[in-house]
Protein backbone atom coordinates (compact mmCIF):
# COMPACT_ATOMS: atom_id res chain seq x y z
CA UNK A 1 0.00 0.00 0.00
CA UNK A 2 1.47 3.53 -0.75
CA UNK A 3 2.04 6.12 1.41
CA UNK A 4 -0.70 9.09 1.64
CA UNK A 5 1.25 11.58 2.18
CA UNK A 6 4.50 13.42 0.18
CA UNK A 7 6.83 13.24 2.81
CA UNK A 8 6.62 9.55 3.28
CA UNK A 9 6.68 8.52 -0.28
CA UNK A 10 9.41 10.77 -0.75
CA UNK A 11 10.87 9.38 2.10
CA UNK A 12 10.53 6.02 0.92
CA UNK A 13 11.80 6.73 -2.56
CA UNK A 14 15.34 8.14 -1.33
CA UNK A 15 15.32 5.14 0.90
CA UNK A 16 15.14 2.62 -1.57
CA UNK A 17 17.35 5.08 -3.85
CA UNK A 18 20.44 5.33 -0.71
CA UNK A 19 19.71 1.54 -0.68
CA UNK A 20 20.65 0.97 -3.51
CA UNK A 21 23.62 2.93 -3.65
CA UNK A 22 24.90 1.58 -0.65
CA UNK A 23 24.75 -2.01 -2.25
CA UNK A 24 26.45 -0.99 -5.03
CA UNK A 25 29.04 0.82 -3.24
CA UNK A 26 29.62 -2.23 -0.83
CA UNK A 27 30.04 -4.21 -3.60
CA UNK A 28 32.29 -2.20 -5.68
CA UNK A 29 34.47 -1.35 -2.32
CA UNK A 30 34.43 -5.56 -1.87
CA UNK A 31 35.64 -5.64 -5.50
CA UNK A 32 37.85 -3.32 -5.98
CA UNK A 33 39.38 -1.92 -2.51
CA UNK A 34 39.21 -4.45 0.16
CA UNK A 35 39.65 -7.65 -1.42
CA UNK A 36 42.64 -6.62 -3.16
CA UNK A 37 44.00 -5.13 0.17
CA UNK A 38 43.36 -8.05 1.93
CA UNK A 39 45.26 -9.94 -0.37
CA UNK A 40 48.22 -7.76 -0.11
CA UNK A 41 47.97 -8.03 3.27
CA UNK A 42 47.71 -11.87 3.63
CA UNK A 43 50.60 -12.00 0.89
CA UNK A 44 52.54 -9.52 3.69
CA UNK A 45 52.36 -11.85 6.35
CA UNK A 46 53.27 -14.58 4.51
CA UNK A 47 55.98 -13.25 3.60
CA UNK A 48 57.31 -12.28 6.92
CA UNK A 49 56.01 -15.67 8.56
CA UNK A 50 58.84 -17.41 5.31
CA UNK A 51 61.30 -15.00 6.12
CA UNK A 52 61.19 -15.59 9.67
CA UNK A 53 61.63 -19.28 9.54
CA UNK A 54 64.40 -18.90 6.73
CA UNK A 55 66.09 -16.54 8.99
CA UNK A 56 65.54 -18.70 12.08
CA UNK A 57 67.25 -21.50 10.39
CA UNK A 58 69.95 -20.28 8.83
CA UNK A 59 70.95 -18.63 12.32
CA UNK A 60 73.74 -20.48 14.73
CA UNK A 61 71.73 -22.17 17.75
CA UNK A 62 73.13 -19.81 20.23
CA UNK A 63 72.03 -16.77 17.87
CA UNK A 64 68.52 -17.76 17.55
CA UNK A 65 66.84 -16.75 20.64
CA UNK A 66 68.52 -13.26 20.49
CA UNK A 67 66.14 -13.25 17.04
CA UNK A 68 63.26 -14.75 18.41
CA UNK A 69 63.02 -11.59 21.35
CA UNK A 70 63.88 -9.10 18.64
CA UNK A 71 61.10 -11.22 16.45
CA UNK A 72 58.40 -10.63 19.11
CA UNK A 73 59.37 -7.30 20.01
CA UNK A 74 59.45 -5.83 16.07
CA UNK A 75 56.23 -8.27 14.56
CA UNK A 76 54.87 -9.66 17.31
CA UNK A 77 55.98 -12.95 16.11
CA UNK A 78 56.75 -16.18 18.19
CA UNK A 79 58.71 -18.99 16.98
CA UNK A 80 58.62 -22.26 18.59
CA UNK A 81 60.58 -25.11 17.27
CA UNK A 82 59.01 -27.70 19.26
CA UNK A 83 55.73 -28.93 17.72
CA UNK A 84 52.62 -28.96 19.62
CA UNK A 85 49.38 -31.07 19.05
CA UNK A 86 47.20 -27.93 18.93
CA UNK A 87 43.79 -27.73 17.45
CA UNK A 88 43.34 -26.38 13.48
CA UNK A 89 41.78 -23.15 13.04
CA UNK A 90 38.43 -23.56 11.19
CA UNK A 91 37.70 -22.16 7.55
CA UNK A 92 35.02 -19.65 8.91
CA UNK A 93 37.59 -16.48 8.54
CA UNK A 94 38.50 -15.56 5.13
CA UNK A 95 41.47 -13.47 5.72
CA UNK A 96 43.20 -16.63 7.32
CA UNK A 97 42.26 -18.10 4.61
CA UNK A 98 44.11 -16.16 2.24
CA UNK A 99 47.06 -16.75 4.34
CA UNK A 100 47.07 -20.00 4.20
CA UNK A 101 46.49 -19.91 0.27
CA UNK A 102 49.50 -17.37 0.28
CA UNK A 103 51.96 -19.47 2.34
CA UNK A 104 50.96 -22.50 0.30
CA UNK A 105 51.96 -20.62 -3.00
CA UNK A 106 55.76 -19.92 -1.30
CA UNK A 107 56.34 -22.86 0.22
CA UNK A 108 54.54 -25.34 -2.57
CA UNK A 109 52.66 -27.62 0.15
CA UNK A 110 49.88 -26.90 2.71
CA UNK A 111 50.69 -24.94 5.45
CA UNK A 112 48.19 -25.96 8.01
CA UNK A 113 47.17 -23.54 10.32
CA UNK A 114 46.43 -24.35 14.17
CA UNK A 115 44.91 -21.86 17.28
CA UNK A 116 45.86 -22.35 21.01
CA UNK A 117 47.37 -20.51 23.96
CA UNK A 118 45.13 -17.31 22.30
CA UNK A 119 47.38 -17.28 19.03
CA UNK A 120 46.98 -18.59 15.60
CA UNK A 121 49.78 -21.30 14.62
CA UNK A 122 51.15 -21.91 11.10
CA UNK A 123 53.61 -24.66 10.93
CA UNK A 124 56.24 -23.66 8.50
CA UNK A 125 58.52 -26.62 7.36
CA UNK A 126 62.01 -25.10 6.34
CA UNK A 127 65.40 -26.77 6.10
CA UNK A 128 64.32 -29.88 7.87
CA UNK A 129 62.75 -28.41 10.61
CA UNK A 130 58.64 -27.75 11.39
CA UNK A 131 58.75 -24.79 12.75
CA UNK A 132 55.20 -23.33 14.79
CA UNK A 133 55.31 -19.71 14.35
CA UNK A 134 52.22 -17.81 16.31
CA UNK A 135 50.63 -14.51 15.97
CA UNK A 136 48.02 -12.46 17.58
CA UNK A 137 44.45 -13.11 15.75
CA UNK A 138 43.92 -9.58 15.45
CA UNK A 139 46.14 -8.94 13.01
CA UNK A 140 43.92 -9.16 10.13
CA UNK A 141 44.25 -5.54 8.71
CA UNK A 142 41.03 -5.64 6.89
CA UNK A 143 37.81 -6.57 7.70
CA UNK A 144 35.05 -6.49 4.94
CA UNK A 145 32.05 -6.88 6.75
CA UNK A 146 33.02 -3.99 9.12
CA UNK A 147 33.87 -1.79 6.63
CA UNK A 148 30.48 -2.43 4.70
CA UNK A 149 28.65 -2.09 8.10
CA UNK A 150 30.10 1.03 8.08
CA UNK A 151 29.28 3.20 4.75
CA UNK A 152 25.77 1.59 4.82
CA UNK A 153 25.27 3.00 7.77
CA UNK A 154 26.70 6.20 7.71
CA UNK A 155 24.93 6.66 4.18
CA UNK A 156 21.64 5.91 5.39
CA UNK A 157 21.97 8.42 8.21
CA UNK A 158 23.12 10.76 5.46
CA UNK A 159 20.48 10.39 2.59
CA UNK A 160 18.08 10.17 5.71
CA UNK A 161 18.73 13.44 6.99
CA UNK A 162 18.93 14.78 3.70
CA UNK A 163 15.86 13.50 2.47
CA UNK A 164 13.86 15.02 5.59
CA UNK A 165 15.21 18.39 5.07
CA UNK A 166 14.77 18.09 1.07
CA UNK A 167 11.54 17.09 1.40
CA UNK A 168 10.35 19.25 4.68
CA UNK A 169 11.51 22.00 2.58
CA UNK A 170 8.92 21.28 0.07
CA UNK A 171 5.98 19.91 1.96
CA UNK A 172 5.98 23.35 4.60
CA UNK A 173 4.55 25.73 1.66
CA UNK A 174 2.85 22.84 0.39
CA UNK A 175 1.11 22.34 3.81
CA UNK A 176 0.63 26.31 4.38
CA UNK A 177 -1.00 26.37 1.01
CA UNK A 178 -3.55 23.28 1.85
CA UNK A 179 -4.31 24.94 5.25
CA UNK A 180 -5.01 28.10 3.68
CA UNK A 181 -7.22 26.59 1.13
CA UNK A 182 -9.52 24.77 3.99
CA UNK A 183 -9.64 28.03 6.29
CA UNK A 184 -10.36 29.89 3.27
CA UNK A 185 -14.31 30.09 2.79
CA UNK A 186 -14.47 32.82 0.15
CA UNK A 187 -16.26 35.67 2.59
CA UNK A 188 -13.53 35.16 5.21
CA UNK A 189 -10.27 37.57 4.96
CA UNK A 190 -7.06 35.38 4.72
CA UNK A 191 -3.58 36.42 5.44
CA UNK A 192 -1.42 35.70 2.02
CA UNK A 193 0.96 32.97 1.97
CA UNK A 194 4.84 34.08 1.86
CA UNK A 195 6.16 34.03 -1.64
CA UNK A 196 9.30 33.33 -0.90
CA UNK A 197 12.07 29.78 -1.66
CA UNK A 198 12.44 28.01 -4.87
CA UNK A 199 10.57 29.60 -8.03
CA UNK A 200 8.33 26.70 -8.68
CA UNK A 201 6.73 27.04 -5.06
CA UNK A 202 7.09 31.18 -5.32
CA UNK A 203 4.71 30.90 -8.15
CA UNK A 204 2.18 28.44 -6.54
CA UNK A 205 2.23 30.73 -3.83
CA UNK A 206 1.79 33.92 -6.01
CA UNK A 207 -1.26 31.83 -8.10
CA UNK A 208 -3.14 30.93 -4.93
CA UNK A 209 -2.80 34.32 -3.40
CA UNK A 210 -4.19 35.78 -6.41
CA UNK A 211 -7.31 33.08 -6.89
CA UNK A 212 -8.33 34.50 -2.84
CA UNK A 213 -8.07 37.96 -4.03
CA UNK A 214 -10.02 37.43 -6.99
CA UNK A 215 -12.97 34.68 -5.46
CA UNK A 216 -12.89 37.35 -2.68
CA UNK A 217 -13.64 40.41 -5.02
CA UNK A 218 -15.67 37.98 -7.06
CA UNK A 219 -17.64 37.18 -3.91
CA UNK A 220 -17.70 40.53 -2.71
CA UNK A 221 -19.26 41.57 -5.96
CA UNK A 222 -21.99 39.56 -5.94
CA UNK A 223 -23.28 40.60 -2.69
CA UNK A 224 -23.17 44.36 -3.44
CA UNK A 225 -25.13 43.25 -7.20
CA UNK A 226 -27.95 41.34 -5.42
CA UNK A 227 -27.97 43.96 -2.12
CA UNK A 228 -28.46 46.49 -4.83
CA UNK A 229 -30.96 44.84 -7.01
CA UNK A 230 -33.23 43.79 -3.50
CA UNK A 231 -32.99 47.74 -2.71
CA UNK A 232 -33.79 48.32 -6.41
CA UNK A 233 -37.07 46.10 -6.60
CA UNK A 234 -38.23 46.62 -3.52
CA UNK A 235 -39.28 50.23 -4.44
CA UNK A 236 -41.37 49.20 -6.83
CA UNK A 237 -42.97 46.11 -4.82
CA UNK A 238 -43.79 49.11 -2.26
CA UNK A 239 -45.38 51.23 -5.05
CA UNK A 240 -47.27 48.24 -6.05
CA UNK A 241 -48.63 47.31 -2.20
CA UNK A 242 -49.61 51.23 -2.00
CA UNK A 243 -51.17 51.03 -5.41
CA UNK A 244 -53.15 47.70 -4.07
CA UNK A 245 -54.25 49.37 -0.59
CA UNK A 246 -55.66 52.63 -3.06
CA UNK A 247 -57.59 50.22 -5.62
CA UNK A 248 -61.26 51.02 -5.21
CA UNK A 249 -63.34 49.18 -2.74
CA UNK A 250 -65.68 47.03 -5.19
CA UNK A 251 -62.62 45.55 -6.05
CA UNK A 252 -62.76 41.53 -6.24
CA UNK A 253 -61.39 40.49 -3.39
CA UNK A 254 -60.06 37.25 -4.41
CA UNK A 255 -57.82 39.07 -7.18
CA UNK A 256 -56.78 41.57 -4.10
CA UNK A 257 -55.67 38.50 -2.26
CA UNK A 258 -53.86 36.93 -4.80
CA UNK A 259 -52.12 40.05 -5.55
CA UNK A 260 -51.68 40.77 -2.23
CA UNK A 261 -50.00 36.61 -2.07
CA UNK A 262 -47.80 37.72 -4.82
CA UNK A 263 -46.05 40.28 -3.41
CA UNK A 264 -45.22 38.88 -0.30
CA UNK A 265 -44.09 35.81 -2.06
CA UNK A 266 -41.83 38.14 -4.37
CA UNK A 267 -40.70 39.60 -1.15
CA UNK A 268 -39.94 36.68 0.82
CA UNK A 269 -37.27 35.87 -2.30
CA UNK A 270 -36.06 38.90 -2.07
CA UNK A 271 -34.94 38.36 1.36
CA UNK A 272 -33.68 35.25 0.57
CA UNK A 273 -31.63 35.82 -1.80
CA UNK A 274 -30.44 38.61 -0.02
CA UNK A 275 -29.40 36.11 2.45
CA UNK A 276 -27.81 34.02 0.28
CA UNK A 277 -25.36 36.52 -0.95
CA UNK A 278 -23.92 37.42 2.55
CA UNK A 279 -24.10 34.26 3.99
CA UNK A 280 -20.22 34.14 4.00
CA UNK A 281 -19.92 37.53 6.00
CA UNK A 282 -18.39 36.79 9.56
CA UNK A 283 -20.31 38.31 12.46
CA UNK A 284 -19.24 38.39 15.92
CA UNK A 285 -18.64 35.41 17.88
CA UNK A 286 -19.83 35.21 21.49
CA UNK A 287 -20.16 33.02 24.27
CA UNK A 288 -23.63 31.47 24.27
CA UNK A 289 -25.77 29.90 26.21
CA UNK A 290 -26.92 27.19 24.47
CA UNK A 291 -30.22 25.97 25.79
CA UNK A 292 -31.79 29.75 26.38
CA UNK A 293 -30.76 30.68 22.95
CA UNK A 294 -32.54 27.63 21.11
CA UNK A 295 -35.43 27.74 23.69
CA UNK A 296 -35.88 31.43 22.62
CA UNK A 297 -35.35 30.92 18.71
CA UNK A 298 -38.05 27.57 19.04
CA UNK A 299 -40.55 30.01 20.75
CA UNK A 300 -39.99 32.31 17.62
CA UNK A 301 -40.79 29.79 14.88
CA UNK A 302 -44.33 30.38 13.40
CA UNK A 303 -45.27 26.99 13.30
CA UNK A 304 -45.15 25.93 17.00
CA UNK A 305 -44.62 22.23 16.45
CA UNK A 306 -41.11 22.08 17.61
CA UNK A 307 -40.01 19.06 20.30
CA UNK A 308 -36.97 19.75 21.98
CA UNK A 309 -34.64 17.19 23.46
CA UNK A 310 -31.99 18.21 25.33
CA UNK A 311 -29.24 15.56 25.83
CA UNK A 312 -26.11 18.06 27.16
CA UNK A 313 -25.72 19.78 30.41
CA UNK A 314 -28.03 22.66 30.70
CA UNK A 315 -25.67 25.17 31.28
CA UNK A 316 -23.66 24.14 28.18
CA UNK A 317 -22.08 27.17 26.72
CA UNK A 318 -20.43 27.69 23.04
CA UNK A 319 -18.29 30.45 21.40
CA UNK A 320 -19.96 30.84 18.03
CA UNK A 321 -21.41 33.06 15.62
CA UNK A 322 -24.57 34.01 17.35
CA UNK A 323 -26.43 35.15 14.28
CA UNK A 324 -25.07 32.32 11.65
CA UNK A 325 -26.22 29.86 14.23
CA UNK A 326 -29.75 31.01 14.50
CA UNK A 327 -29.92 31.61 10.29
CA UNK A 328 -28.99 27.50 10.08
CA UNK A 329 -31.19 26.77 12.91
CA UNK A 330 -34.20 28.43 11.76
CA UNK A 331 -33.73 27.34 7.70
CA UNK A 332 -33.19 23.78 8.52
CA UNK A 333 -36.22 23.94 10.93
CA UNK A 334 -38.44 25.87 8.34
CA UNK A 335 -37.24 23.07 5.74
CA UNK A 336 -38.34 20.47 8.10
CA UNK A 337 -41.74 21.86 8.76
CA UNK A 338 -42.71 22.57 5.36
CA UNK A 339 -41.58 18.91 4.12
CA UNK A 340 -42.29 16.84 7.26
CA UNK A 341 -46.03 17.64 7.64
CA UNK A 342 -46.05 16.89 10.96
CA UNK A 343 -43.76 16.70 14.11
CA UNK A 344 -40.70 18.02 13.99
CA UNK A 345 -37.89 17.60 16.72
CA UNK A 346 -34.89 19.23 17.67
CA UNK A 347 -32.04 17.08 19.54
CA UNK A 348 -28.60 18.65 21.02
CA UNK A 349 -26.01 16.29 22.47
CA UNK A 350 -22.76 16.91 24.01
CA UNK A 351 -20.22 15.09 22.07
CA UNK A 352 -16.09 14.40 23.42
CA UNK A 353 -15.48 17.00 20.81
CA UNK A 354 -18.25 19.32 20.48
CA UNK A 355 -21.96 19.86 20.47
CA UNK A 356 -24.30 17.79 17.76
CA UNK A 357 -27.41 19.38 16.86
CA UNK A 358 -30.38 17.24 15.15
CA UNK A 359 -33.65 18.27 13.40
CA UNK A 360 -35.88 15.06 12.84
CA UNK A 361 -39.00 14.50 10.97
CA UNK A 362 -41.04 12.00 9.92
CA UNK A 363 -41.58 13.37 5.80
CA UNK A 364 -40.66 11.32 3.21
CA UNK A 365 -37.24 11.27 3.50
CA UNK A 366 -34.65 12.45 1.06
CA UNK A 367 -33.13 10.13 -1.58
CA UNK A 368 -29.48 9.17 -1.31
CA UNK A 369 -28.41 10.33 -4.86
CA UNK A 370 -30.00 13.59 -3.59
CA UNK A 371 -28.43 14.07 0.08
CA UNK A 372 -25.50 15.92 -1.32
CA UNK A 373 -27.35 18.14 -4.18
CA UNK A 374 -29.92 19.04 -1.99
CA UNK A 375 -27.83 21.64 -0.26
CA UNK A 376 -27.02 23.30 -3.88
CA UNK A 377 -28.34 26.98 -5.17
CA UNK A 378 -31.83 26.24 -6.31
CA UNK A 379 -32.52 22.59 -6.15
CA UNK A 380 -35.05 21.28 -4.98
CA UNK A 381 -36.84 17.79 -4.93
CA UNK A 382 -39.94 19.55 -5.79
CA UNK A 383 -39.68 20.29 -9.49
CA UNK A 384 -42.46 23.15 -9.68
CA UNK A 385 -41.75 26.64 -9.22
CA UNK A 386 -44.78 27.02 -6.76
CA UNK A 387 -43.14 28.69 -3.21
CA UNK A 388 -45.98 26.58 -1.33
CA UNK A 389 -44.91 23.51 -2.78
CA UNK A 390 -41.16 23.65 -3.62
CA UNK A 391 -39.63 26.92 -1.50
CA UNK A 392 -37.05 28.54 -3.13
CA UNK A 393 -33.96 26.31 -3.60
CA UNK A 394 -31.64 28.50 -1.62
CA UNK A 395 -32.25 27.96 2.28
CA UNK A 396 -30.23 24.93 2.39
CA UNK A 397 -27.76 26.37 0.23
CA UNK A 398 -27.81 28.94 3.04
CA UNK A 399 -27.17 26.66 5.30
CA UNK A 400 -24.10 25.21 3.90
CA UNK A 401 -22.13 28.05 3.27
CA UNK A 402 -23.31 29.22 6.31
CA UNK A 403 -21.37 26.06 8.02
CA UNK A 404 -18.27 26.05 5.83
CA UNK A 405 -17.93 29.44 7.02
CA UNK A 406 -18.08 28.39 10.29
CA UNK A 407 -16.09 25.63 10.67
CA UNK A 408 -18.95 23.56 11.30
CA UNK A 409 -20.52 20.40 9.92
CA UNK A 410 -23.74 19.51 8.31
CA UNK A 411 -24.99 16.26 6.44
CA UNK A 412 -28.36 14.39 5.90
CA UNK A 413 -29.21 11.15 6.93
CA UNK A 414 -32.03 8.56 6.90
CA UNK A 415 -33.73 8.22 10.15
CA UNK A 416 -35.49 5.45 11.67
CA UNK A 417 -38.87 4.53 10.65
CA UNK A 418 -38.83 6.93 8.22
CA UNK A 419 -38.32 10.74 7.67
CA UNK A 420 -35.19 12.50 7.84
CA UNK A 421 -32.00 13.88 10.07
CA UNK A 422 -30.32 16.82 9.69
CA UNK A 423 -27.29 16.50 11.78
CA UNK A 424 -25.12 20.11 12.40
CA UNK A 425 -21.67 19.32 14.37
CA UNK A 426 -20.22 22.42 16.31
CA UNK A 427 -16.75 21.40 17.31
CA UNK A 428 -14.89 22.94 20.20
CA UNK A 429 -17.83 23.24 22.76
CA UNK A 430 -17.17 24.99 25.81
Not at 50 to 63: D, I, M, R, Y
Not at 247 to 274: F, Y
Request: glycine share 8%; net charge negative; charged share 25%.
Amino acid sequence: MRPASLLLRTSLTLGVSALAIALVSIAALDRFVTTPLAEQSADDEAALLVLSAQTWVELPPQARPYFELELFESHGLVISPEVRALTELGSDVPWMDLLGAQLEARLGQRVPLLQGDDLVWAEVPMGGFLLQIGFSPDRRDTEPLSVALVIFGAGAAIVLAASLLIVQRITRPLDAVASSARRFRGGAKLEPLPETGPSELVTLARSFNTMVQEISELISNRTTLLAGISHDLRTPLARMRLALELLPENTDPKLVERLERNLQEMDALLSVSLQFARGLSGEDVNDVALRPFIEKLLCDQESGRVGLDWCAPSDLRLRVDEGALGRVLTNLLSNAAQYAGGHVELRVKQMSSGVQIDVLDRGPGIPEADRARIFQPFYRLERSRNQRTGGSGLGLAIVKQLCEAQGWEICVEERDGGGAVFRLFLPDAA
